[in-house]
């Protein structure tokens, strides 16, 4: 459906436009002389969700807007997807992903370094990547596959709804969206996911949303930015990984 240079022109563009947002509202709440400071986790839940709508509205008449490696793996167990494409669908969202992290840190460059100075400087790591609150390694993992059940399994369903709605994206199809409506669809979706669900880990749902930012956050020259906490980084790309080939199944066996 896609030709590999949309894939990677779509996805890439996308993706960096999710996470500037996402990356963005967590630092507007979270830093110093921010505007928006300790406005708190509904507010969070609200920019992640403008985020996906943003990035996945630009992307999907290139690449159908996937922007997130589980997404495409529960697209391509379901069928949707070719896995051949799978590969250059997730390189392309791991660079996007970079990308933005990289562009909401030069954003918010000036409150970074305001932070550093400060006597409870705040920590930054979780601007970029999740944490969990309890940190309980198997029921952090079942937390994550089963909140990305949330988000993949209904969007796969999303995707048979190709003549409800309106706001058709132009071009090709919406692809896994079906139709231009159900973007938005997905995300409201992404809100309530990190209103009800994201509370235990913060809602990963997403591995380039994760690693590639905590890639960033280890080799950006933050002052005084702690550590980049690798040892649970596995965490919010395997169970997300493992939610998608779950929802692929299920959607599977339900068609």
């Not at 944490?131 to 399994?153: D, F, H, Q, S, W």
Request: hydrophobic share 50%.
């Amino acid at each position: 459906m896609y030709s590999n240079g949309d894939i990677v022109v779509g996805e890439v563009i996308g993706t960096a436009i999710l996470i500037l947002f996402g990356a963005g509202v967590c630092a507007a709440v979270t830093l110093h002389y921010s505007k928006a400071k300790s406005a708190g986790w509904v507010v969070i839940a609200f920019g992640w969700g403008m985020a996906v709508l943003a990035g996945a509205y630009t992307a999907a008449p290139l690449s159908g807007g996937h922007l997130n490696p589980a997404v495409t793996l529960g697209s391509a167990v379901a069928g949707g997807t070719e896995w051949s494409k799978v590969p250059l669908y997730v390189l392309a969202q791991m660079v996007g992903a970079v990308i933005g992290a990289v562009l909401a840190w030069a954003l918010y460059y000036a409150q970074f370094a305001a932070n550093a100075e400060q006597s409870k400087a705040q920590p930054t790591l979780g601007i970029f990547s999740t944490a969990p609150e309890i940190r309980k390694p198997a029921a952090n993992l079942v937390t994550e596959i089963i909140a990305t059940i949330g988000l993949v399994l209904p969007l796969l369903f999303f995707g048979q709804n190709k003549g409800i709605g309106i706001g058709q994206v132009p071009g090709e199809q919406a692809g896994i969206y079906g139709s231009g409506i159900n973007v938005l669809l997905v995300a409201l979706l992404v809100v309530g996911i990190g209103l009800s669900l994201g509370g235990p880990t913060g809602y990963a749902i997403n591995p380039a949303r994760d690693l590639g930012p905590r890639l960033v956050h280890a080799l950006l020259p933050i002052p005084n930015k702690g550590s980049s906490d690798w040892s649970y980084s596995w965490i919010p790309v395997a169970g997300p990984l493992i939610g998608a080939v779950l929802s692929g199944l299920v959607f599977n066996a339900a068609f």
